[in-house]
């Protein structure tokens, strides 16, 4: 549906072939469902409905349960995505995410293979220290997927209603800044949920001009089939001398 709808109703026009990108992007992304499925989601499962673990010592009930869950995996998630930038070994797998030149929705589920399972991995070790039930890590899965892709399509709800939407939520315009070259840009707006993260630490960040955004990494504007993706971790960009 998003994609359909940034076809119709592009906020930048610059695409220099947008079904080229997206099957590039969709490429990779199947490539990493069949690796996840072979190899991460029995982990999960095993991570998970474990009993024991912080909320089964405090008897909670279950909404405020859920409510709890949501939260911690949303603050992890913004405190990996920290991580994913500032520690160089973790960077070399997040950086083939930022090294899209043309962001559309397709560009939100594009990441490397190895950030996939670093995050997993971590994710997993979270559920079982908190004894997170598989049903409520779900439900915030869903609601984070749609609000990972719809920021990174190629879409505008207007300044006023942006506004409005990232007073509680990561909006478009919050994240169009994330994904610039520039590093000073690129280093703030990490949540992809809850935006009171990057208000309560300071990584908050708004352009006054988000089309004129450029997207990308230095050194990585070529890289961009799947196996040119898959590599990135292995080479050197501008970015990273900075």
Excluded at 130 to 157: C, D, Q, R, T, W
């Amino acid at each position: 549906m998003l994609y359909v709808l940034e076809c119709l109703f592009p906020y930048v026009d610059t695409f220099k072939s947008k079904s080229r990108h997206a099957a590039r992007n969709i490429g990779l992304i199947a490539f990493n469902a069949i690796v996840t499925n072979l190899a991460l989601v029995t982990l999960i499962v095993l991570s998970t409905n474990r009993g024991g673990g912080v909320f089964s010592s405090l008897s909670l009930d279950w909404k405020i349960e859920l409510a709890l869950t949501i939260v911690a995996i949303d603050f992890l998630t913004y405190f990996m995505h920290v991580a994913f930038h500032l520690n160089t070994f973790l960077w070399r797998f997040h950086r083939m995410h930022h090294s899209d030149t043309e962001m559309d929705v397709t560009s939100g589920a594009r990441f490397h293979i190895g950030e996939h399972i670093i995050t997993v991995c971590t994710r997993c070790a979270f559920f079982v220290s908190f004894g997170m039930k598989l049903e409520y890590i779900v439900i915030y899965e869903m609601v984070f997927l749609a609000n990972v892709l719809f920021p990174h399509a190629n879409l505008s709800v207007g300044n006023s209603l942006d506004k409005v939407y990232r007073v509680i939520l990561t909006s478009p315009d919050m994240h169009k800044v994330h994904h610039s070259t520039r590093r000073e840009e690129h280093d703030t707006n990490y949540t992809s949920l809850f935006s009171v993260w990057d208000r309560l630490f300071g990584t908050f960040r708004i352009s006054e001009n988000p089309r004129d955004i450029v997207y990308g990494i230095r050194g990585l504007e070529e890289d961009q089939t799947v196996k040119g993706m898959l590599l990135t971790p292995f080479k050197e960009s501008k970015l990273d001398e900075t």
